[in-house]
């Protein structure tokens, strides 16, 4: 069923490597974390994480020496990733360096604002198969300071904001401003793929301007998006896989999210959806484009 690469198994001989694991990111039987260690649990995975982030903070990354052995036991025996990470694509955000992880060490899944919103049958399938097969317990939602896709989106609701207030004020010419906002931002030609994925993350936008009131600047608004995001993505996993609901449910898996601060380098570790209980009496199993009941995730 699935792809022999992403999960390959081989019997485990003592003798196959003599690596010291003191330096691993985890315990790890070969020196990097493979089929032959047991799964974290999610407790250990945020601990073994956090401690990865505070080297990383400090400048005292240990992930660097990853060589020839390293690399033949991940190909021989498989992986046993700590921890799966939903990350931003942003360059200045790669997952490994910042949690001082190596290779086989996370489980990482990355696009453009840490989103289900597109493609999302790839993104939860594929959480999915890190939690059902590769047995990890953490799945983490990191979003980040600065991010370049929720900051669009907030401006682009913005501008929304602004051109349904020019129209309900100015009744005279509210029609033909309507008439032109549709030829300028939803025609065919001017539309992208692009703008498709902003659109899909205004409601983030509006829910964060809705929760700190008028007043807010575009800065203040798309800060507290990132937040709103990383829940909102976490809602979209609880509430369309039930694979991940059930092992959230059972204790088996935790979901949580997470902030990186770009600046600082540290990763603020925000818990549990506050949307979580509620959640896990959700009915969804598959996801809207993959044939699924289409409902409102916020
Ligand atoms: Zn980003």
Request: a negative charge; aromatic letters at 6%; proline letters at 4%.
């Amino acid at each position: 069923m699935f792809c022999s690469c992403l999960g390959k198994q081989a019997p485990y001989s003592e003798n196959d490597f003599q690596v010291d694991p003191s330096e691993g990111f985890g315990p790890s039987k070969l020196g990097v974390r493979t089929t032959v260690d047991e799964p974290l649990s999610a407790s250990q995975a945020i601990e073994v994480l956090q401690a990865g982030n505070r080297r990383f903070v400090q400048g005292d990354a240990k992930a660097g020496g990853f060589d020839q052995r390293a690399r033949r036991a991940l190909a021989s025996h498989g992986q046993r990733p700590v921890a799966t990470v939903i990350g931003c694509a942003d360059s200045r955000c790669p997952v490994e360096q910042l949690f001082d992880a190596r290779p086989g060490d996370i489980f990482v899944l990355r696009n453009a604002g840490n989103t289900c919103t597109h493609a999302e049958g790839s993104m939860v399938g594929s959480v999915e198969y890190s939690v059902a097969v590769l047995e990890a317990k953490m799945i983490l939602v990191l979003g980040h300071t600065g991010c370049g896709a929720i900051m669009g989106a907030t401006k682009l609701f913005l501008e929304r904001s602004a051109q349904k207030h020019i129209e309900a004020t100015c009744q005279k010419d509210a029609q033909e401003t309507t008439d032109q906002s549709t030829e300028g931002s939803e025609s065919d030609k001017s539309r992208s793929t692009l703008l498709g994925l902003l659109d899909a993350l205004v409601p983030v936008a509006e829910q964060a301007c809705v929760q700190l009131g008028a007043g807010s600047s575009t800065e203040e608004i798309a800060a507290h998006a990132v937040k709103v995001n990383v829940w909102r993505t976490i809602n979209f996993l609880l509430s369309y896989s039930l694979i991940i609901r059930e092992k959230v449910a059972s204790g088996e898996v935790e979901l949580q999210g997470a902030i990186y601060n770009m600046s600082s380098g540290a990763v603020d570790f925000l818990g549990k959806s506050p949307k979580q209980a509620q959640l896990l009496n959700y009915d969804g199993h598959v996801v809207p484009s993959m044939g699924g009941p289409i409902r409102q995730v916020s």
